[in-house]
């Protein structure tokens, strides 16, 4: 199978963007046991606009401007985040 064909992965994805691992640990670390706690407004306020340097159209790596590596990262990293918990979003 060609490297073009394989399917992307978060393991190869890190080996690529070393950063995208340091991402997805502070993710990790996000304390979320605040009465409300939104996993969205951390999102979209700490994580997305710097996934946008690392990963997608964006970035300077041409092996990681992909809608597929994009989604890898952003589901990845937002699954890390704690859940929402008595916010707007529930």
Same mark, same amino acid.
């Given at each position: ?20 691992? @340091? ?10 046991? @605040? ?27 041409? @092996?990681?401007?992909?809608?597929? @590596? ?21």
């Amino acid at each position: 199978m060609s490297s073009a064909t394989q399917k992307l992965t978060w393991h190869g994805l890190t080996k690529m963007e070393p950063q995208l691992l @340091a991402l997805y640990k502070e993710a990790r670390a996000v304390d979320g046991s @605040a009465e409300h706690f939104c996993a969205n407004a951390v999102w979209y306020e700490r994580f997305k606009p710097r996934l946008f340097h690392l990963v997608g159209w964006e970035c300077r790596n041409p @092996a990681l401007k992909t809608q597929e @590596a994009w989604d890898l990262a952003y589901e990845t990293i937002y699954d890390a985040l704690p859940p929402c918990r008595d916010c707007l979003c529930l």
